[in-house]
Each structure stands twice: as C-alpha cells, then as structure tokens.
C-alpha cells in the first residue's frame, strides 16, 4: 500500500501560512496534519477554527485535524464544519470514547484515536473496527521537534496485529520525530500514513525532503 505523508503545519511558517500550503499542494503529500491543542490536555496552545477555515479554502489536500483538547465531543461538529476531512482524538482525552468516535463519524469525517506513549494499544480492542486510524504518537503531544520513542516500533507491530485480528480497515499513523532514519522501518512494522513536522519545514528545501520521504517510504 502507498505510504501517505502528512506534513504537520505545527512547524510551519506562520507568518506566510498560505505560501506554507500552496508548497504542500504542489508536493508529494497526501495530506496535511494540523495540530490542535488547548493549553489543558497538552501544556501548549496551537490554533483552531479560524484558522482552519481560512486554511480549507486554498488547501487541495486532505486536512488531518489531530484534537489535542480534553473532552473532544464538545467541538468534534464546529471542526467538520471548518473543514476537517479526518479528525482524531486522544484516547486519554475522552471519558465517553465510542460515542465520540460516533459523532465523528455521523459528520461524515473519517475518525481517529490517538494514543500518548504511555497508553498501551491493547485499549483500543473494543473499537478498532470502528476507527479508520490509529494514531501513534512518537513523543508526548504538545510540541514539535522532539526526540522519537523507540518503543514506537513495537506498538505500530501490535496496532498492525490488531487490526489484523480484528478485521479493520484502520490506518496506522505515526506523529512525532519522524524522519528519513525512522521512516523505513516504521513502514516495515505496518506504518501507514507518516507525519512529519520539523523534518519537512527546517529543511532548506521541503518539497525535496517531502519526495525524498515519500521515496525512502516506497524503496
Ligand atoms: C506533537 C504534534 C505533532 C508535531 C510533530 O504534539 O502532534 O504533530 O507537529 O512535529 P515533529 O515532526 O517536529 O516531531
Ligand atoms: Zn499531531
């Protein structure tokens, strides 16, 4: 299956955002991964509606909206409306976490449940045919351009074996310090979309580096 790459806007340009989109609309990506936060769930605060409406109007790719908010249900409508295509939420973050993964799904959005380092991937057996991703996070959410968790790769090999066993379709996705070293064997373990922040944006040419993912990924 073709790796997607998901360019995080998190470590984009802010000040030229629209020119930061129009490089990813040309590239290799498939996607492109917005980092929401609330100051609560994740000691940091990002963006949020506005700014992902304005995004919506000029982005040609699917936008990956990654919730790190504490109950997520409350917002999961307003985001679809803005103009998310996916939108994830952290298993630690949801007291109710079937029927938030319902609501996302009644909007027509494809639904995600993200896991922190700490949360074991065994949780998610009672839902997994009902997600269409698993995202791994590969740092503790909150901030860009940390160091990537070993421990990863074994929990993307047990993701892959439950989907497996489970019969979903999930995708398996992998947030946090990627890069041209890790990408090869996240892929071999079962990695099935790769988001990269720092990577992509702190490279003098990102549209390079994005193709040079992208084919790392298929060779
Ligand atoms: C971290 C975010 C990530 C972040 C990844 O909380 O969820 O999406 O932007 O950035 P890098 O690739 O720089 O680790
Ligand atoms: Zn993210």
């Not at 929990?155 to 890069?179: F, T, Y």
């Not at 790769?194 to 060779?219: D, H, M, R």
């Amino acid at each position: 299956m073709n790796t997607i790459i998901a360019p995080s806007l998190l470590a984009a340009d802010f000040a030229n955002i629209q020119s930061e989109v129009n490089m990813l609309n040309q590239s290799e990506a498939e996607w492109i991964h917005f980092d929401v936060m609330d100051g609560v769930f994740v000691p940091n605060i990002s963006f949020g509606f506005p700014v992902l409406e304005a995004l919506k109007k000029y982005a040609t790719k699917v936008l990956d909206v990654h919730l790190m908010i504490q109950e997520p249900g409350r917002y999961v409508d307003q985001f679809r409306a803005a103009g998310a295509d996916n939108i994830t939420v952290h298993y630690e973050a949801c007291t109710h976490l079937h029927r938030t993964v319902q609501q996302i799904k009644d909007t027509g959005a494809k639904a995600g449940v993200a896991l922190n380092p700490h949360t074991p991937v065994r949780v998610l057996s009672e839902i997994i045919q009902d997600l269409d991703l698993v995202l791994i996070m590969s740092v503790n959410p909150g901030f860009g351009g940390q160091k990537f968790i070993q421990r990863t790769f074994q929990k993307v090999k047990e993701a892959k074996s439950l989907i497996r066993e489970s019969g979903s379709s999930a995708l398996i996705e992998i947030d946090g310090g990627v890069n041209l070293q890790n990408a090869p064997a996240l892929i071999e373990e079962g990695a099935n979309v790769l988001v990269a922040g720092n990577f992509v944006f702190s490279s003098s040419e990102p549209l390079k580096t994005i193709s040079a993912l992208k084919n790392q990924v298929k060779s």
